[in-house]
Protein backbone atom coordinates (compact mmCIF):
# COMPACT_ATOMS: atom_id res chain seq x y z
CA UNK A 1 0.00 0.00 0.00
CA UNK A 2 2.79 2.57 0.91
CA UNK A 3 4.46 2.08 -2.36
CA UNK A 4 1.35 2.87 -3.89
CA UNK A 5 1.20 5.94 -2.49
CA UNK A 6 4.85 7.13 -3.68
CA UNK A 7 4.71 6.16 -6.56
CA UNK A 8 1.06 8.36 -7.46
CA UNK A 9 2.79 10.91 -5.10
CA UNK A 10 5.63 10.66 -7.40
CA UNK A 11 3.97 11.06 -10.62
CA UNK A 12 1.87 14.02 -8.97
CA UNK A 13 5.40 15.56 -8.59
CA UNK A 14 6.37 15.18 -11.80
CA UNK A 15 2.78 16.60 -13.39
CA UNK A 16 3.12 19.64 -11.63
CA UNK A 17 6.95 20.03 -12.45
CA UNK A 18 6.09 20.19 -15.79
CA UNK A 19 3.19 22.12 -15.98
CA UNK A 20 5.24 24.92 -14.01
CA UNK A 21 7.82 24.72 -16.35
CA UNK A 22 5.54 25.22 -19.63
CA UNK A 23 3.84 28.06 -18.14
CA UNK A 24 6.88 29.43 -17.34
CA UNK A 25 8.34 29.06 -20.85
CA UNK A 26 4.71 30.42 -21.93
CA UNK A 27 5.57 33.95 -19.79
CA UNK A 28 8.63 34.74 -21.53
CA UNK A 29 8.61 36.02 -25.10
CA UNK A 30 12.09 37.48 -26.58
CA UNK A 31 11.87 41.25 -25.74
CA UNK A 32 12.56 43.76 -27.98
CA UNK A 33 15.90 44.09 -27.62
CA UNK A 34 17.35 40.37 -27.43
CA UNK A 35 16.14 40.03 -23.63
CA UNK A 36 13.12 38.19 -22.18
CA UNK A 37 9.84 39.81 -21.58
CA UNK A 38 6.95 39.06 -19.74
CA UNK A 39 3.80 38.53 -22.55
CA UNK A 40 1.58 40.21 -19.74
CA UNK A 41 3.31 43.42 -20.85
CA UNK A 42 3.59 43.15 -24.54
CA UNK A 43 0.57 42.19 -25.04
CA UNK A 44 -1.69 39.26 -27.61
CA UNK A 45 -0.63 39.20 -31.19
CA UNK A 46 1.50 42.42 -31.01
CA UNK A 47 5.09 42.95 -32.13
CA UNK A 48 7.83 45.13 -31.25
CA UNK A 49 8.00 47.44 -27.65
CA UNK A 50 5.08 47.23 -25.70
CA UNK A 51 2.34 49.41 -26.17
CA UNK A 52 2.99 49.60 -29.83
CA UNK A 53 -0.04 48.48 -32.16
CA UNK A 54 0.39 48.69 -36.26
CA UNK A 55 -1.55 51.34 -37.74
CA UNK A 56 -4.68 49.55 -39.83
CA UNK A 57 -4.30 50.58 -43.08
CA UNK A 58 -0.79 52.06 -42.95
CA UNK A 59 1.58 50.75 -45.86
CA UNK A 60 4.00 48.56 -45.10
CA UNK A 61 6.17 49.68 -41.84
CA UNK A 62 8.90 49.49 -39.28
CA UNK A 63 5.60 48.13 -37.03
CA UNK A 64 6.40 49.69 -33.61
CA UNK A 65 10.07 49.72 -34.01
CA UNK A 66 11.21 53.40 -32.35
CA UNK A 67 14.22 54.22 -33.22
CA UNK A 68 14.73 56.79 -30.49
CA UNK A 69 15.21 53.55 -28.66
CA UNK A 70 18.49 53.00 -29.87
CA UNK A 71 20.68 52.43 -26.44
CA UNK A 72 23.34 54.44 -27.87
CA UNK A 73 22.03 57.39 -29.06
CA UNK A 74 23.36 60.67 -28.72
CA UNK A 75 25.49 59.61 -25.24
CA UNK A 76 28.89 60.96 -26.53
CA UNK A 77 30.86 57.67 -26.07
CA UNK A 78 32.73 56.76 -29.40
CA UNK A 79 34.90 53.44 -30.71
CA UNK A 80 33.15 51.44 -27.63
CA UNK A 81 32.11 47.95 -28.87
CA UNK A 82 28.04 47.23 -28.79
CA UNK A 83 28.65 43.55 -27.14
CA UNK A 84 27.11 42.38 -30.83
CA UNK A 85 30.38 42.76 -32.58
CA UNK A 86 30.04 46.53 -33.81
CA UNK A 87 30.89 49.91 -32.41
CA UNK A 88 28.24 51.91 -31.11
CA UNK A 89 26.30 54.48 -33.29
CA UNK A 90 27.88 53.10 -36.42
CA UNK A 91 25.56 52.31 -39.22
CA UNK A 92 25.89 48.41 -38.93
CA UNK A 93 25.73 48.50 -34.98
CA UNK A 94 22.08 50.51 -35.20
CA UNK A 95 20.84 48.54 -38.15
CA UNK A 96 21.31 45.37 -36.22
CA UNK A 97 19.94 46.50 -33.31
CA UNK A 98 17.00 47.37 -35.28
CA UNK A 99 17.00 43.89 -36.66
CA UNK A 100 16.89 42.42 -33.24
CA UNK A 101 14.17 45.31 -31.73
CA UNK A 102 11.29 44.82 -34.59
CA UNK A 103 10.13 41.99 -33.64
CA UNK A 104 9.71 40.17 -36.90
CA UNK A 105 10.91 36.47 -36.95
CA UNK A 106 13.96 36.53 -38.52
CA UNK A 107 16.23 33.20 -40.16
CA UNK A 108 19.87 34.78 -40.47
CA UNK A 109 21.73 37.35 -37.39
CA UNK A 110 22.95 40.47 -38.01
CA UNK A 111 25.75 40.07 -35.67
CA UNK A 112 29.29 40.13 -35.86
CA UNK A 113 29.41 40.64 -39.87
CA UNK A 114 31.73 43.11 -40.06
CA UNK A 115 32.04 46.47 -41.50
CA UNK A 116 28.30 47.65 -43.85
CA UNK A 117 30.21 46.11 -46.99
CA UNK A 118 30.81 42.76 -45.78
CA UNK A 119 27.63 42.07 -44.77
CA UNK A 120 26.49 38.84 -45.87
CA UNK A 121 24.13 35.41 -45.10
CA UNK A 122 21.13 36.52 -45.32
CA UNK A 123 18.83 36.59 -48.40
CA UNK A 124 19.24 39.21 -51.38
CA UNK A 125 16.27 40.73 -52.12
CA UNK A 126 15.07 43.21 -55.53
CA UNK A 127 11.84 44.65 -53.91
CA UNK A 128 12.53 46.18 -50.36
CA UNK A 129 9.88 45.55 -47.68
CA UNK A 130 9.71 47.48 -44.16
CA UNK A 131 12.43 45.33 -42.08
CA UNK A 132 14.61 44.62 -44.67
CA UNK A 133 18.35 46.37 -44.12
CA UNK A 134 19.23 48.24 -47.25
CA UNK A 135 22.86 48.01 -48.44
CA UNK A 136 25.39 50.60 -50.37
CA UNK A 137 28.50 49.29 -51.43
CA UNK A 138 32.03 51.57 -50.56
CA UNK A 139 31.20 54.98 -52.82
CA UNK A 140 27.64 54.27 -53.70
CA UNK A 141 24.95 56.85 -52.76
CA UNK A 142 26.93 58.63 -50.39
CA UNK A 143 28.54 55.48 -48.42
CA UNK A 144 31.90 56.18 -47.00
CA UNK A 145 34.98 53.40 -47.68
CA UNK A 146 33.34 50.78 -45.53
CA UNK A 147 29.96 50.90 -47.37
CA UNK A 148 26.56 51.69 -45.57
CA UNK A 149 23.53 49.66 -44.15
CA UNK A 150 20.29 50.93 -43.13
CA UNK A 151 16.86 49.73 -41.86
CA UNK A 152 14.20 49.82 -44.13
CA UNK A 153 11.07 51.68 -42.06
CA UNK A 154 8.69 51.17 -45.29
CA UNK A 155 8.45 50.48 -48.64
CA UNK A 156 5.78 51.99 -51.08
CA UNK A 157 5.10 53.43 -54.26
CA UNK A 158 9.29 52.87 -55.52
CA UNK A 159 10.61 54.76 -52.57
CA UNK A 160 11.75 53.49 -48.82
CA UNK A 161 12.47 55.17 -46.02
CA UNK A 162 15.51 54.39 -44.04
CA UNK A 163 16.38 54.68 -40.33
CA UNK A 164 20.37 54.40 -39.91
CA UNK A 165 23.16 56.07 -37.97
CA UNK A 166 26.28 57.42 -39.23
CA UNK A 167 24.84 58.99 -42.35
CA UNK A 168 25.43 62.88 -42.77
CA UNK A 169 22.34 64.43 -44.13
CA UNK A 170 20.60 67.85 -43.64
CA UNK A 171 17.88 65.89 -41.62
CA UNK A 172 20.46 65.13 -38.81
CA UNK A 173 22.49 68.65 -39.26
CA UNK A 174 25.19 66.73 -40.98
CA UNK A 175 25.99 65.40 -37.94
CA UNK A 176 28.56 61.53 -38.09
CA UNK A 177 26.97 59.74 -34.99
CA UNK A 178 23.31 60.68 -34.89
CA UNK A 179 20.11 59.39 -36.02
CA UNK A 180 19.00 60.22 -39.78
CA UNK A 181 15.51 59.34 -41.46
CA UNK A 182 15.36 59.44 -45.10
CA UNK A 183 13.50 58.60 -47.90
CA UNK A 184 15.05 58.13 -51.03
CA UNK A 185 14.49 56.18 -54.32
CA UNK A 186 14.18 52.27 -54.05
CA UNK A 187 17.53 51.71 -56.77
CA UNK A 188 19.64 54.17 -54.67
CA UNK A 189 20.91 51.29 -52.04
CA UNK A 190 23.24 48.78 -54.00
CA UNK A 191 20.97 45.94 -52.43
CA UNK A 192 18.53 44.65 -49.88
CA UNK A 193 18.94 41.94 -47.18
CA UNK A 194 16.42 39.86 -45.84
CA UNK A 195 17.36 38.42 -42.83
Known amino acids: ?8 TSRE ?16 VPGPAGGLASA ?3 GAGTSGPPG ?11 RGLDP ?14 DGHGYYVRSCASFA ?16 FLGDARAWRGATTVRTPRAGDIAQWDPGAGGAGRRGHVAYVAASEGGRVTLYEYNFRSPANGHRPLALNVR ?13
Do not use: I, K
Request: net charge positive; aromatic share 10%.
Open 1 to 8: MQWRMQWR
Open 13 to 28: CSRLLVAGVAVALTLC
Open 40 to 42: STR
Open 52 to 62: ARPVAGAPATA
Open 68 to 81: GAYPWRGDGRTWEA
Open 96 to 111: AWALRADGRPRHHSPD
Open 183 to 195: TVPAGNPSRYLRF
